[in-house]
T-cell receptor, first 111, second 114 residues
Framework: DQQVKQNSPSLSVQEGRISILNCDYTNSMFDYFLWYKKYPAEGPTFLISISSIKDKNEDGRFTVFLNKSAKHLSLHIVPSQPGDSAVYFCAASVGAQKLVFGQGTRLTINP | DAGVIQSPRHEVTEMGQEVTLRCKPISGHNSLFWYRQTMMRGLELLIYFNNNVPIDDSGMPEDRFSAKMPNASFSTLKIQPSEPRDSAVYFC????????????FGPGTRLTVT
């Protein structure tokens, strides 16, 4: 049973435009959410996180939105740059327990 | 400052052989995680340790898999005997505050079992 789902395996966006990556979850007990970014032949790296007591967290070009009623998480990247091309994983946890990852979305930024 | 170190980076072995993957976490981190990445299942947590003690091994696929953390600076993931379906990229990660916080991943070990 996949508790964290990224339904889009891939996304292609033009450079300079907004990239929106989506993530849905089923466990209402999740209280902390994170996004990780992964380049080929490297491990995932932490990008941005949000606590369930918030609905938005912003860090430069990256903003994460949380809609608890819809059990939906999204990552906005604006403006998109070629270096943003990577696989993005969303993850969630309950308290200080283990992270549950989605399957990832491959983002390609076209010049 | 060194990140998480994994060895080997690539491993090719024949079915039935024993495979040992190694991980050195970031110094001072007290939590260590082993993950497996496959196309079908994405990134799955296999096991994690807090202060060298295994906390949750429910993700370990079967008895052929075992993990140890004899001290704060070293962990192993062993597969014995290995099977072709074990082919995947195995990641080790560590964190300072526990699994809800930022985890720092190693570069991974790509395992191919023929």
């Amino acid at each position: 049973d996949q508790q964290v789902k990224q339904n889009s395996p891939s996304l292609s966006v033009q450079e300079g435009r907004i990239s929106i990556l989506n993530c849905d979850y089923t466990n209402s007990m999740f209280d902390y959410f994170l996004w990780y970014k992964k380049y080929p032949a490297e491990g995932p790296t932490f990008l941005i996180s949000i606590s369930s007591i918030k609905d938005k967290n912003e860090d430069g070009r990256f903003t994460v939105f949380l809609n608890k009623s819809a059990k939906h998480l999204s990552l906005h990247i604006v403006p998109s740059q070629p270096g943003d091309s990577a696989v993005y994983f969303c993850a969630a946890s309950v308290g200080a327990q283990k992270l549950v990852f989605g399957q990832g979305t491959r983002l390609t930024i076209n010049p | 400052d060194a990140g998480v170190i994994q060895s080997p980076r690539h491993e090719v072995t024949e079915m039935g052989q024993e495979v040992t993957l190694r991980c050195k976490p970031i110094s001072g981190h007290n939590s260590l995680f082993w993950y497996r990445q496959t196309m079908m299942r994405g990134l799955e947590l296999l096991i994690y340790f807090n202060n060298n003690v295994p906390i949750d091994d429910s993700g370990m696929p079967e008895d052929r898999f075992s993990a140890k953390m004899p001290n704060a600076s070293f962990s192993t993931l062993k597969i014995q005997p290995s099977e072709p379906r074990d082919s995947a990229v195995y990641f080790c990660a560590s964190s300072l505050h526990g699994s809800s916080y930022e985890q720092y991943f190693g570069p991974g070990t790509r395992l191919t079992v023929t």
